[in-house]
């Protein structure tokens, strides 16, 4: 076998040792896209609508329904539509703007910016996450426990998992669309149709069964929480497959669409509400 | 493998050849395209950006092959592309926009990164206004902050697509300046424009473009002579020219095959330029 290295190959290997590893690109993209969402002015008030509903809730003594009317039980109304439109004009921005040659002519491929895309919603998964701990902290303390007219509820740690998730979800789906349209209409009817009835009334959040009598309301949907939350994540693993899909058309890219659309399957069918709670 | 090489490229659209089999080998210093609208000088402007494949041919920058996705990244890294018509995010700020386009062209290190966005924004004279977001910013200030981004780590190979257009006088003498340092002696810096006055002050070498094809390739100096001797002042329009207009002193300048006994003045880059691709073009003036 020959081991004779052209002379462009030969520029090409030492050129490459002196780029950074794509990973380390693919996140400081993720980083300043990540920080320019929490910076934007629709997200920040989709945050501060989610911190007027906990304390107005949780005001009123009804801390669960301030965990849950706050950060969950509609956080398409205070973080998941805000998060989608803003997440999905980030990632139809360079359509938008016709800098196709701008960013065509950079070495960063179109496939790892829409991966950056995605891995930047994460920043609204940890604000989300911020937010649900100190909530947690705040109306049940360092035990978790709930108290309410004498009765207790210990919160478990995969019911306050679902927020996060959801608004990660609300946030690759917005990548989703914006990289596959370039309208931003798109962006602000998808928003609404995540913020409007009835989707949002169909439980994104559940509890799980033992939730006493005075905690529980029509508003709470109990159901199991673990498939639940492996529905949650089901559904953005599609997400992310389906914004990959746009430049990327490799297998692993429909194998993720086949697990995601598995998990999302089996979460929906296993963690539906089974009803008021039956305490 | 400092030059850009190409033979026989071309690049159709449907039926007419935006580009029609050009062959050329351009090396280090500053070459400036110039030619009509619709001549094939932004096409090829983008294909050299890497942004347009070629239809057919053979092209070759900095010695890597821009089909070899690999070796097409590799160009990209040591690319510096000014395009014709700039998408901007108008509520990034001119920092911003420059230090996102920076981690598009890999540079992960935030305090290196930063240092370099702020050399290259003062290099184009935009240091105090860093801090403005693009949409309060003018048209001229827009295109180089648009320059700024192109000039981001030093780039080897540096295409400029009408970079001077919607900038003022004082403006453009800067950017002359600039570009004409940067054309040093292993960088190409390839200037694509309508203004025969910076091909004049900037260009070693001068490619005029017509219907795809390159219509002229020399030097300014020899541009210019393609006009030599076909240039004459008269105090009314000589119907014989093939082209002329009226100057600000009330004369007429004929550009053409002049009568007996007229006034010939010296030619200029834009006699030579007019005469290679007016409405009576001059095949036989072509340099080689």
Known sequence: ?279 | MSHIAMSDLRKSYGARDAVAGLSLTIGPGVTGLLGPNGAGKTTLMRMVATVLAPTSGDLRLLGLDPADREQRTEIRRRLGYLPQEPGFHRHFTAFEFVDYVAILKEMTDTRARHREVRRALELVGLGDVAGKRIRKISGGMRKRVALAQALLGEPQLLVLDEPSAALDPEQRLRFRELVSELGGDERIVLVSTHQTEDVAALCQRVIVMRDGHAAFDGTPAQLSGVADNRVWIAGSRDPRARLWWRTSEGLHRHVGDPPAGAQLVKPTIEDGYLLLVGPAAVPDAVAA
């Open chain 1, 1 to 279: 076998m020959s081991t004779t290295t052209t002379a462009p190959q030969r520029e090409l290997v030492i050129a490459s040792r002196t780029a950074p590893p794509l990973h380390t690109v693919r996140w400081a993209l993720a980083g300043t896209e990540g920080r320019r969402l929490l910076r934007h002015p629709l997200f920040m008030l989709g945050f501060a609508f989610a911190v007027f509903g906990l304390v107005l809730d949780a005001d009123s003594g009804e801390s669960i329904f301030g965990l849950a009317g706050g950060a969950y039980l509609f956080p398409g109304v205070g973080l998941g539509g805000m998060t989608f439109l803003v997440a999905c004009l980030a990632a139809n921005r360079e359509r938008r703007d016709s800098a196709q040659d701008f960013y065509g002519a950079a070495p960063l491929s179109e496939r790892v910016r829409t991966e950056a895309a995605l891995l930047s919603i994460a920043w609204a998964g940890l604000a989300c996450t911020g937010l649900t701990g100190v909530a947690a902290l705040v109306l049940a303390g360092f035990d978790g426990v709930l108290f309410f007219d004498g009765e207790r509820y210990a919160l478990r740690p995969l019911e306050l998992v679902q927020g996060p998730l959801y608004i990660v979800f609300a946030g690759t789906l917005g990548v989703l669309v914006g990289r596959w349209t370039r309208r931003t209409y798109a962006a602000v009817i998808g928003a609404l149709v995540l913020v409007l009835p009835p989707v949002v009334w169909l439980p994104w959040i559940v509890f799980g069964d033992g939730v006493p009598e005075g905690f529980s309301s029509d508003w709470l949907d109990h159901a199991s929480v673990g498939w639940h939350v492996i529905g949650l994540i089901g559904l953005a693993t599609v997400a992310v497959a389906g914004a990959r899909a746009r430049h990327d058309r490799r297998p692993r890219v429909a194998l993720l669409f086949l697990v995601g659309l598995g998990a999302a399957v089996a979460g929906i069918a296993l963690g539906l509400p089974t009803g008021p709670d039956p305490l």
